[in-house]
């Protein structure tokens, strides 16, 4: 038999890192608005959530249709609730992927504000990725009413609502509980000590952002309809201007910002930043 190696690192060692984390960003910095590079981020933000509720929401108008009886649809018929939410994260895994190196492929308010509570973003960033996106879902909205106006407002717009039978206590956890699990899979994913440690991996991290939305469409669709986005939510509010949609925004931006806040700081000083430091000092007082 070999002998066991002992291979932890001592003393300065201990502090190397196979990886390097990038400073916080500023709070505030102007530069950033006389960049081209930033305003092509807008644009990026602003096309991809365009697109991105585009497809979902014609998918959903399609689903209903697909499935009412005085349309002579058959209810086992259509894509079901499994392809709309197929529909929601393959879309974010294709947009996330194609926009992740020009605007870090946000397309959620929500995942924006966590990014900005870490300091990935500055204020600056944050708010102005926040006002494309919600344009945007505007504008992707509007398309799928331009060019299908009848079943548009005959199947609700895709706005989301909370269904009936559910509390609003109930919809804002779900929404708060959703949008967690989006944006930790987002820190998650894209940590650089992740992908020094596994660079032996192919890694793809728009796939995990992109099933983590597929999963909870699953299990929130209905209940909300699914939101864990703002931008998606206001998006077709603005376009179906229901009341019932309007009474139940709130749940729509409440839940989400506090889900991506918890989410922001679960990974940052719990897992990150505060148990790492806690660890150095356990090892350190064992070496004593």
């Not at 959703?178 to 820190?187: E, K, M, R, S």
């Not at 150095?280 to 070496?287: D, L, M, R, T």
Request: glycine share 12%; proline share 5%.
């Amino acid at each position: 038999m070999t002998k066991d190696i002992d291979t932890e690192p001592h003393g300065e060692l201990a502090h190397h890192k196979d990886y390097e984390d990038p400073p916080p960003a500023p709070i505030f910095d102007a530069t950033e608005l006389r960049k081209w590079s930033f305003y092509r981020a807008l644009i990026a933000e602003f096309v991809a959530t365009l697109l991105f509720l585009y497809i979902t929401i014609l998918t959903v108008i399609g689903y209903k249709s697909q499935t009412d009886p005085a349309n002579g649809g058959d209810a086992c018929g259509g894509v079901g609730v499994l392809g709309i939410a197929w529909a929601f994260g393959g879309m974010i895994f294709v947009l996330v992927y194609c926009t992740a190196g020009i605007s870090g492929g946000h397309i959620n308010p929500a995942v924006t504000f966590g990014l900005f509570l870490a300091r990935k973003v500055t204020l600056v960033r944050a708010l102005l990725y926040i006002v494309a996106q919600v344009l945007g879902a505007i504008s992707g909205v509007g398309l799928v009413k331009a060019f299908q106006k009848g079943y548009y407002n005959r199947y609700k717009g895709g706005a989301n609502m909370l269904a009936d039978g559910y509390s609003k206590g109930t919809g804002l956890g779900a929404e708060i509980i959703g949008t967690f699990v989006l944006v930790y899979t987002v820190f998650s994913a894209t940590d650089p000590k992740r992908n020094a440690r596994d660079s032996h991996i192919p890694v793809l991290a728009p796939l995990p952002i992109g099933f983590a939305v597929f999963l909870v469409h699953l299990a929130t669709i209905p209940i909300t309809g699914t939101g864990i986005n703002p931008a998606r939510s206001l998006g077709a509010a603005v376009i179906y201007n229901n009341e019932k949609a309007w009474d139940d925004q709130w749940i729509f931006w409440v839940g989400p910002f506090i889900g991506a806040a918890v989410a922001a700081i679960y990974h940052q000083y719990v897992l990150r930043a505060h148990a790492a430091k806690a660890l150095g000092s356990f090892k350190s007082s064992q070496n004593l």
